[in-house]
């Protein structure tokens, strides 16, 4: 056998464990990141939630969705805006479009949230064309029923908390 012989069988031999690792661990970054997707895609679909967004522990945001009408309290006041049909589900599935866009997902452990049983996962969403990267997050799924209800930022220093229970629409 050459000297050039061995040194190819010897760089095949690296690159064999190498290719393999990265053809199973690529399929199971995207499986380890389904229920994360699969939550925000329940999201984007319920007919009902309130989103209150804090920053530092201030509120930042408190939001109520109904279908495709958004409204939006400043003060005391609500602001009612209606999306196109659909409108809000894609708005959702745009910060996150499905499980391979996502990055460094692990489960976080079994945690009690309000009294209701959840999983909790660590995941890096996407960045958002406008919004920027938006760095590692964690949130909090219903084992009951798949969605977030909790989603919060280290480096944004915000938490999102979703309730669906409810949800009506707010007095004018």
């Not at 960045?127 to 909790?150: C, F, S, T």
Request: glycine residues 8%; contains cysteine; hydrophobic residues 40%.
């Amino acid at each position: 056998m050459t000297a050039r012989a061995k040194l190819q069988r010897r760089a095949l031999r690296g690159l064999l464990p190498t290719a393999i690792a990265a053809a199973v661990a690529g399929p199971a970054l995207a499986d380890d990141c389904r229920p994360v997707a699969d939550a925000f895609d329940l999201l984007g679909k319920a007919s009902a939630y309130r989103q209150v967004t804090s920053l530092d522990g201030k509120l930042l945001l408190d939001s109520i969705a109904i279908g495709d009408d958004l409204y939006v309290r400043d003060g005391e006041s609500w602001t009612k805006t209606s999306l196109k049909k659909g409108q809000r589900a894609a708005m959702t599935k745009r910060m996150v479009p499905d499980a391979a866009s996502l990055k460094d997902c692990a489960v976080a452990g079994d945690e009690t949230l309000d009294g209701a049983a959840m999983h909790v996962y660590d995941y890096t969403p996407p960045a958002v064309q406008g919004v920027g990267d938006p760095g590692p997050q964690r949130v909090w799924i219903g084992a009951d029923d798949g969605l977030p209800h909790l989603v919060t930022s280290a480096r944004a220093k915000t938490d999102a908390r979703l309730i669906f229970d409810g949800v009506t629409a707010p007095a004018p």
